[in-house]
Antibody, heavy 124, light 106 residues
Framework: QVQLQESGPGLVRPSETLSLTCSVS????????WSWIRQTPGKGLEWIGN???????RYNPSLKSRLTISADTSKNQFSLRLSSLTAADTAVYYC??????????????????WGRGILVTVSS | IVLTQSPGTLSLSPGERATLSCRAS???????LAWYQQKPGQAPRLLIY???NRAPGIPDRFSASGSGTDFTLTINRLETEDFAVYYC????????FGPGTKVDVK
């Protein structure tokens, strides 16, 4: 049974960089695409970006300039780095497994497994 | 695509039927719409993909339908474990979530 577990700091200061890791157990990250999603009371659920173990990434355009997602196949993990944090980045951050497919050459995906989430607060 | 869900809250009793609506600001490509269930303190769980396909392990009291801009999730004979927040998600063009409908106990 595949499980996802987010880890990282619960509190980060404004202007700093957030680093989160998602550890995948019970399966290989080579088998799927993997996403980061966040949830806030104000904006709801927001897809952040995703990665394939080959290094292919797709980012939400609204976050792209501050975002890096990477994968470490040796550790069966993938990670998120989000820079220049503000209070608006306060959220529960989830990692998720994508159900990814192509239709007429266009990629599509939804999320068939989620981690439990980690609350990240941006505050001084 | 902006998704609007209604009602915001649905108050029902166990055994009743819940009907949740998800409306898109433009037609959803190939009806690529999913539904998720989220209970307090838990991660969302995939219920439905491709408008009407139940995810593995989802009971058949959950059904969904729709096309274009109007989609519906129906829960027949509500059980206590079904009281939760339900989100729709478009994955056909861009990727967006609705604001959610809370199903609570009347």
């Amino acid at each position: 049974q595949v499980q996802l577990q987010e880890s990282g700091p619960g509190l980060v200061r404004p202007s700093e960089t957030l680093s989160l890791t998602c550890s995948v157990s019970g399966g290989s990250i080579r088998d799927y695409y993997w996403s980061w999603i966040r949830q806030t009371p104000g904006k709801g659920l927001e897809w952040i970006g995703n990665i394939h173990h080959s290094g292919i990434t797709r980012y939400n355009p609204s976050l792209k300039s501050r975002l890096t997602i990477s994968a470490d196949t040796s550790k069966n993990q993938f990670s998120l780095r989000l820079s220049s944090l503000t209070a608006a980045d306060t959220a529960v951050y989830y990692c998720a497994r994508d159900q990814f497919f192509y239709g007429s050459g266009i990629p599509y995906w939804y999320f068939n497994l989620w981690g439990r989430g980690i609350l990240v607060t941006v505050s001084s | 695509i902006v998704l609007t869900q209604s009602p915001g809250t649905l108050s029902l009793s166990p055994g009743e039927r819940a009907t949740l609506s998800c409306r898109a600001s433009q037609s959803v490509t190939s009806n690529f719409l999913a539904w998720y269930q989220q209970k307090p303190g838990q991660a969302p769980r995939l219920l439905i993909y491709g408008t009407s396909n139940r995810a593995p392990g989802i009971p058949d009291r959950f059904s969904a339908s729709g096309s274009g801009t109007d989609f519906t999730l129906t829960i027949n004979r509500l059980e206590t474990e079904d009281f939760a927040v339900y989100y729709c998600q478009n994955y056909g063009h861009s990727l967006t979530f609705g604001p959610g409908t809370k199903v609570d106990v009347k």
